[in-house]
């Protein structure tokens, strides 16, 4: 709910695998950009349930493959 309003939003993640970052830098509509460990993450700190979801399914996936 936004503003009293019940919003129906599609979201959507996609996972890059970037052979560099060194010339990674803001554009357009983002400030900045910071990667994380998991161990830094404190997900009560990501208010959308969605993106919580993604993340979370993020590392699960990662935690498999090493």
């Given at each position: 709910m936004f503003s009293a309003f019940t919003v129906f939003t599609?979201?959507?993640a996609f996972q890059v695998i970037a052979e560099s970052v060194e010339d990674l830098k803001p554009?357009?509509?983002i400030l900045?950009?910071?990667f994380?460990?998991?161990e830094e993450l404190d997900?009560?700190?990501i208010?959308?349930?969605s993106i919580?979801?993604?993340v979370k399914d993020y590392f699960q996936s990662t935690k498999h493959k090493q």
């Open positions: 599609l979201d959507m554009m357009d509509d900045a950009y910071k994380y460990a998991e997900y009560d700190d208010p959308a349930p919580r979801k993604f």
